[in-house]
C-alpha cells in the first residue's frame, strides 16, 4: 500500500509558497504510480487543481521534476538495448521504443482523465514554450507534450461548425479575445463580419468543446479584394423587401477571400490545422454556391518591414512600384532553409498556392503600417495543382507565382520560381 498525501486535508491547507510547487510533485508521483487504480481519477483532478494554483516561477520549478524524475526509466532501457544488440527483431525493436518512453507520457495521460486536464496540459505546453530560450534543458517536456497533443487533436476529432449570430455568446467572445489578424473592435464589429455576405468556421475538439482550436473569417466578394479595410469597413447588404440580404447579394458574388485565421490555442503552436480547415471550408462553399469558383487569401506580410529596414534602410516607402518590387524580392527570393522567410507565405506556398497578387496600401491600420508598411498580398488556391506547387517548394524550392508578380522582379535576381 501507498501512503499518499493527497487525501490529508492538512496538507491542503497548510501548502503555501515553494510548498505548494513540491506538494503538486508530491501530487504527481503519486498518480504515477497509482494510475489504473479506481483512485487515479480524483487524484488526477486534485493535481489539476494543484497546478492552477502555481505560479510561474513554481510551475518551472514541477517543470524541473518532471523532467528529473519521470523520464525513461534508465535500467528498463539498458536491459532491452542489450536484448537488441543481441536479437535485433522487430520484437526487440518495439521492446526498446516502449522502454525508451518516458514516465511522463503515462502522467500525462492519466492527467488526461480529469476534468481540465487537457487545459492544464495545454497550459504546461503554452508555458514550456513562451519560455524555452531561458530554459533549453526542459525541452524533452514540452516534446512529450507536443507528442501526445499531436494525436489527440488529430484531424479525426475536429468537428467543422460555422459561427453566426446565433452562436452562443461565450464563443462569439472567444472570436473576439483570439483573432490575432485583425482586430475584431467590439460586437458591432462581429456582427458585420457575421452578416450574410460574410462566413467564420471552426473546429472544435471534444475535450474543447465551448472553444475553437481555429478559426477562419471569409469575405464573399465580386473579384479579388485588394484592402483590409474595405472588407472589414463595408457596409453589410441591403436586402429587397421580401428578399434576404444573402440571396441579394448573391448574384454578385464569385469569390471567397479568406481574410483571417486564427489558432486559438497557444498550447497546440505547430500543430498543423490551418490548412486542413481552408480544404474543408473551400468545399464546404463551393458546394453551398456554386457560383463562387475564386479561392483566394488577402494575407498580411509580417516580416516585410523588419527584413526592408535591414537590407534596404533607404527604400522610399512611400514609391509604390519601388516597395511592389522590394516586396516581390522579399516574397520570392528571401529563404529560409530554402523555403520563403515570410511566416504566412511560407504557409499559404506550402499549401500549393499560388502568389497571385501584391497590394498597395491593403493595409492601412497601425498594424498593417509597422509590419509591411500597408501592403497585403493574395495567395491564389483556386485554378492551381495544389500537390504539384507543394513538392515544387518543398521538393524543389521553387515558388509559383502569377506573370504579374514575377514582373516585379529584376531580371538579375536569383529567384527560383515558376509561374502559376
Avoid at 148 to 176: K, M
Avoid at 307 to 328: F, I, K, N, S, Y
Amino acid at each position: 500500500m501507498f501512503a499518499v498525501d493527497w487525501c490529508d486535508p492538512y496538507a491542503e491547507q497548510v501548502a503555501h509558497g515553494n510548498e505548494i510547487a513540491a506538494v503538486t510533485a508530491s501530487t504527481a508521483r503519486a498518480l504515477l504510480r497509482l494510475r489504473g487504480d479506481t483512485a487515479s481519477r480524483a487524484l488526477a483532478e486534485l493535481l489539476v487543481r494543484r497546478y492552477e494554483s502555481l505560479d510561474a516561477a513554481q510551475k518551472t520549478d514541477f517543470f524541473g521534476v518532471l523532467l528529473n524524475e519521470f523520464g525513461a526509466i534508465r535500467a528498463d532501457v539498458d536491459f532491452a538495448i542489450a536484448d537488441y544488440q543481441r536479437d535485433p527483431s522487430e520484437m526487440h525493436t518495439v521492446a526498446l521504443a516502449e522502454a525508451a518512453d518516458s514516465q511522463r507520457l503515462a502522467l500525462f495521460r492519466a492527467i488526461n482523465t480529469a476534468p481540465g486536464g487537457i487545459a492544464m496540459l495545454l497550459d504546461m505546453r503554452t508555458c514550456l514554450l513562451e519560455h524555452r530560450s531561458q530554459h533549453p534543458e526542459l525541452a524533452p517536456v514540452e516534446n512529450d507534450l507536443k507528442h501526445l497533443l499531436t494525436s489527440w487533436f488529430n484531424r479525426g476529432f475536429l468537428e467543422l461548425q460555422q459561427l453566426d449570430w446565433t452562436t452562443p455568446a461565450h464563443i462569439l467572445e472567444s472570436l473576439i479575445k483570439y483573432e490575432a489578424v485583425h482586430e475584431i473592435r467590439g460586437w458591432s464589429d462581429l456582427r458585420r463580419r457575421l452578416a450574410p455576405d460574410r462566413r467564420s468556421f471552426g473546429f472544435f475538439h471534444p475535450a474543447l468543446p465551448d472553444e475553437p482550436i481555429i478559426f477562419v473569417e471569409v469575405a464573399l466578394t465580386r473579384g479579388l479584394a485588394t484592402s483590409i479595410q474595405d472588407v472589414i469597413d463595408a457596409p453589410p447588404p441591403e436586402p429587397h423587401a421580401g428578399v434576404d440580404a444573402g440571396a441579394t447579394m448573391g448574384a454578385a458574388r464569385d469569390t471567397a477571400i479568406f481574410y483571417s485565421i486564427t489558432n486559438c490555442q497557444t498550447g497546440l503552436r505547430g500543430i498543423s490545422f490551418g490548412s486542413f480547415l481552408i480544404k474543408r471550408v473551400t468545399e464546404l462553399l463551393a458546394t453551398e454556391d456554386p457560383t463562387i469558383a475564386t479561392f483566394s487569401t488577402l494575407s498580411p506580410i509580417p516580416g516585410f518591414a523588419a527584413w526592408l529596414a535591414e537590407a534596404h534602410p533607404d527604400a522610399d516607402v512611400e514609391d509604390r512600384r519601388l516597395m511592389e518590387r522590394r516586396c516581390a524580392t522579399y516574397l520570392l527570393t528571401v529563404r529560409r532553409r530554402g523555403l520563403p522567410s515570410d511566416p504566412v507565405a511560407r504557409f499559404h506556398l506550402r499549401n500549393g498556392a499560388c502568389l497571385e497578387q501584391i497590394n498597395w496600401h491593403g493595409d492601412t491600420s497601425a498594424k498593417g503600417l509597422a509590419e509591411s508598411h500597408g501592403l497585403l498580398v493574395n495567395y491564389l488556391y483556386s485554378g492551381q495543382d495544389l500537390s504539384a506547387n507543394n513538392e515544387a517548394l518543398t521538393l524543389d524550392h521553387i515558388v509559383t507565382a502569377s506573370r504579374r508578380v514575377l514582373d516585379l522582379l529584376d531580371p538579375a535576381e536569383d529567384a527560383r520560381v515558376r509561374l502559376g
